[in-house]
């Protein structure tokens, strides 16, 4: 069995979209929604004929290529023959029933639901191909959480601090990146040197002259293993395992071993390596350079804290199905992403040292924490009546496309036709109820959320009967 096969197994169906529906282009479907009692919803969804034509061209190359008409090739029967041999109704119901999915799925994302079972669908078999198409779908949906005032909410915000580990470590590799390389003659390879060697695998394939530094990480451990305590002009064969597990050998030959030889820390270095005339003020740049990446990452984190603490607030209960279908969404874009860089499901499993069932579980916790992050967010923008703009949804584009180096316009005259522009709206309302969120939330200092996290109340008191549950 496949990798991918065997991983893809690992997250079970739910609702969601259907995976063989086929996705156009162009203009939407039009949705009216009722809400019904119990989180349920019933939407009457109108598909373009265009939508409807494509589904016949579809569904009638379908039965072409499997009805056997004496005469014909399988996938040439011409359009009339075919109708007057299999019906009209027939290509018609099975475009429908080929495509219903996918429209249903379209329209549920046009009004923003977030259905967690199948639906009922209830319509009738179109006669022609050039009108729009109707049917009506009930289904339960994810129910919207009742968020609580967040304005009180106390977050943690920690400080930046630039610890001077990492200004020193900025620092030495500033040094190493003017450092002197000298020869070293008398004695052995050892980590830190870099090295010039040649190497040969089982084919005869070889690299020569390549220049590397020892313990960098940049070769295969076992291959770092044996060339540490070589000597210059010394050749041996090192046995290793390939990141697909298969063991082979290799010829490795150490031509010459240099030492880098780093500068002094001083003010000379400064000049030589960057634009500041003294290493005080080098010091200064790097420390005010990494305070403001940590003050960003803190903020990022304290957003991401905001929202969670709200979700936690509002107890929100994600529904199981929803939860599934995105871990499954996950998993698909991991196994595509490693697919990409020449890797197996197997192989990424072996390295991270998890098993599928533990990648299974940490893909659902993810997809459970994004859709309590949407939901709560959705919640706070409905509360507020935050509305985006078209002008809104376009600046966002022209400066994504001016970074990218693109037509601004262009793009944008894509986005609108094909009805993605919908999504980043959706983002932008999103990322509008954040800012407020984190706008009305407390900060307090990290030492002071630990103390009253270890604060006992009589909530926290467990029955000595109570199980125990280990926990990292």
């Known amino acids: 069995m496949l990798a991918t096969q065997k991983l893809g197994g690992i997250i079970g169906r739910a609702p969601g979209r259907d995976p063989n529906a086929c996705w156009q282009n162009g203009h939407t479907v039009k949705t009216k929604v009722e809400e019904l009692p119990e989180s349920r919803v019933r939407l009457e969804v109108e598909v373009p004929s265009d939508h409807v034509k494509h589904a016949v061209e579809h569904a009638s190359s379908d039965l072409a290529a499997s009805t ?33 999915g996918g429209w249903f799925w379209n329209a549920a994302e046009e009004a923003s639901i977030r259905p967690v079972a199948q639906p009922k669908l209830d319509y009738e078999v179109p006669t022609s191909e050039n009108e729009p ?31 001077e580990e990492l200004v020193e470590r900025e620092l030495e590799a500033l040094r190493s990146s003017v450092a002197n390389l000298v020869p070293v003659e008398g004695r ?60 082979k050998e290799a010829e490795v030959k150490l031509k010459e071993i240099k030492e880098p030889v780093l500068p002094p820390l001083d003010d000379e270095l400064a000049r030589a390596a960057s634009e500041f005339e003294t290493l005080e003020e080098l010091r200064m740049e790097i420390e005010s ?30 529904s199981d199905s929803l939860v599934e279908a995105r871990a499954a969404e996950l998993l698909g874009a991991m196994l595509s992403s490693l697919e990409r860089r020449g890797l197996d499901a197997e192989t990424y499993l072996r390295v991270t040292g998890q098993s599928a069932e533990q990648l299974r579980e940490t893909l659902k916790a993810e997809a459970r924490r994004a859709i309590s992050r949407e939901l709560v967010l959705e919640a706070v923008a409905d509360k507020l009546g935050i509305e985006v703009a078209d002008d809104e949804v376009k600046e966002l584009v022209r ?41 009305d939330v407390k900060p307090i200092p990290v030492e002071l959320a630990r103390a009253r996290e270890s604060i006992w109340t009589p909530e926290k008191e467990k029955p000595e009967t109570a199980a125990k549950l280990w926990t990292p």
């Open 399 to 439: 400066e994504q496309t001016e970074a990218a180096d693109e037509n601004a316009d262009q793009v944008i005259e894509q986005l609108w036709q094909s009805g993605r522009h919908e999504r980043l709206r959706a983002d932008l309302r999103l990322k509008k109820a954040l800012d407020r969120i984190v706008e």
């Open 188 to 247: 052995s390879a050892k980590d830190g040197d870099v090295l010039v060697l040649d190497l040969v695998d089982e084919t005869g394939e070889a690299q020569r002259d390549y220049v590397v530094q020892l313990g960098a990480g940049r070769l295969i451990e076992e291959i770092e293993r044996g060339l540490r305590g070589m000597s210059a002009g010394e050749t041996r064969k090192i046995s290793f395992a390939s990141p697909e597990g298969q063991q």
């Open 68 to 100: 056997k008409i004496p005469g014909f090739r399988k996938g040439k029967v011409p359009q009339k023959v075919l109708e007057a041999r299999v019906g009209r109704d027939r290509i018609f119901t099975e475009a429908v029933e080929s495509h219903i």
């Open 289 to 318: 350079r990494l305070r403001e990446a940590i003050q960003a990452e803190l903020e990022a984190d304290f957003r991401a804290a905001a929202v969670d603490k709200l979700v936690e607030a509002s107890k929100v209960d994600v």
């Open 133 to 163: 198409f109707s049917f009506t779908a009930e289904v339960a949906v994810q129910a919207p959480p009742d968020v609580v005032d967040w304005s009180g909410l106390e977050v943690p915000a920690p400080e930046p601090d630039v610890p």
